[in-house]
């Protein structure tokens, strides 16, 4: 492939296929006689691969069908869908060789970084972190597991639950189990501590823990304290806010409840563990249907929501949901422009913001429409949790997925894998080719009546 054509390769595209593949070579790793204890169904296999690389925890069959191979591909598939199998693959390859001026131009467009030695920077940064968060959370889970289980088993259990925690995939090694849940740990400080950590970490993104860690290098050696981007302060202030709101607000409406037993630090620890979980990690400490309504109306709100762009989690993304706030304010107030934390932001982008969350919402009722047609049992309020359970890649189910028809799976693993990878970019992927160039041109206005 020339450099030309290299270059004309479009950041959708990239995530999209390297995805999709991600998805077909792990669905047939799990369908070699090695990873299965029982025959299943290639569309179960399929299924289970899309929820494990989409990091959303949905499943159709009993992860216990799998041995210990079939579990390893199980975390391999959450660990690759979560970095992104382009980012490792960029890694790696940088390790050895040095990458041409069209690979180069290719990962500043994937990254959005403006040259090679800050997207090596941030590649050894993604990683390095990566790997010393789940290793620590591994260590702190391991005091835990070593007394409840076998040796290996306690490893293999701690390894998988912090990589799950760290990738906010929210698929436990109880969904290998069947005698407890995760309310056996609802009492464990340092499990609900751990947990809800890594999960954070995680969710926040590593662009913007990089400039954390740069701000702290530089307190450190009494230098000029770094200068947070606009994108990591809207990601900082937007998911301490939210967090803050989904913490009182759960507290508020399980006190009585499922907090109801627990004492006061008990019940704060709960919350805050529910509130990071639910912005798209999908950890629960019991059972789902035991929540009130207006508790599974507030999971759905934070899963959609979800976390930081380039981060492990999915959904609209926090800057999305920021950005769109930001354009109804300037609306009331009847600016032309939109402006955070004293900067302008660029017309484009807010075209792009209205059309994720148009196409995301498009995509969702969609779906929900067409599951309602093909599951004859279930009721709207299933359908349409499962539809944005899926789409957010929460991965929470009130029906059972296992319930659900063929023709059901299929939307669902659509659904996690256009949550995923984000509704535009599934659109421009798509596109088997750019522009090669656009032409600016403008017609005269004309005002039309709106409300």
């Known amino acids: 492939m020339s450099k030309n054509k290299l270059i004309d390769i479009s950041p959708a595209h990239i995530i999209l296929f390297s995805f999709f ?114 290793v620590l959370g591994a260590l702190s889970f391991f005091s835990i597991f070593k007394t409840e289980y076998p040796l290996h088993n306690a490893v293999f259990y701690s390894f998988f639950h912090s990589i799950s925690s760290f990738c906010n995939a929210g698929i436990s090694f109880f969904h290998f189990l069947t005698e407890q849940n995760l309310q056996h740990y609802s009492t464990n400080y340092l499990f609900l501590a751990t947990t809800t950590i890594l999960t954070f970490f995680g ?129 009331i107030n009847g600016r032309s422009s939109v402006d955070i934390f004293e900067r302008e932001i660029p017309t484009d982008q807010i075209y792009k913001v209205i059309a994720i969350i148009s196409l995301s919402m498009g995509w969702i009722l969609f779906t929900t429409f067409c599951l309602l047609i093909t599951e004859k049992t279930w009721n709207f309020l299933d359908v349409f949790f499962e539809t944005i359970s899926a789409f957010s890649n929460v991965g929470f189910s009130l029906k059972g997925s296992e319930k659900l028809s063929d023709f059901g799976k299929l939307f669902i693993m659509a659904t996690m894998f256009i949550g995923r990878i984000g509704s535009l970019t599934f659109i421009l992927g798509l596109k088997l080719k750019a522009k090669k160039e656009t032409i600016e041109y403008s017609y005269p206005e004309e005002r039309i009546m709106l409300s």
């Open 21 to 134: 593949i991600l998805i077909l070579c792990g669905a047939l790793l799990l369908g070699l006689p090695i990873a299965q204890i029982k025959p299943m169904s290639f569309i179960d296999l399929f299924f289970t691969a899309t929820s494990a690389t989409c990091v959303t925890g949905l499943f159709t069959i009993p992860l216990s069908n799998f041995t210990f191979f079939g579990k390893a591909v199980i975390l391999g598939l959450i660990q690759v869908g979560a970095l992104g199998l382009a980012t490792m693959s960029l890694f790696i390859i940088s390790l050895f060789i040095d990458l041409g001026l069209g690979t180069r131009f290719m990962a500043g467009q994937l990254f959005e970084l403006d040259s090679w030695e800050n997207i090596k920077k941030m590649l050894i940064f993604t990683f390095g972190s990566t790997v010393v968060l789940e």
């Open 203 to 331: 969710g926040l993104g590593f662009i913007t823990w990089h400039e954390i860690m740069l701000r702290c290098r530089a307190y450190l050696h009494a230098t000029k304290p770094h200068r947070f981007s606009l994108h990591s302060k809207i990601i900082l202030y937007g998911t301490i806010i939210l967090l803050a709101i989904v913490t009182v607000t759960f507290f508020a409406l399980e006190n009585h409840n499922t907090l109801a037993h627990f004492s006061i630090p008990l019940k704060c620890a709960n919350s805050i563990f529910h509130a990071v979980s639910f912005k798209s990690c999908g950890f629960i400490l019991g059972n789902l249907t035991d929540f009130y309504p207006a508790t599974i109306f507030l999971i759905m709100i934070v899963g959609l929501i979800g976390s930081a762009p380039g981060s492990t989690g999915s959904g609209i993304k926090i800057t999305t949901f920021v950005l769109f706030l930001s354009t109804v304010r300037s609306a």
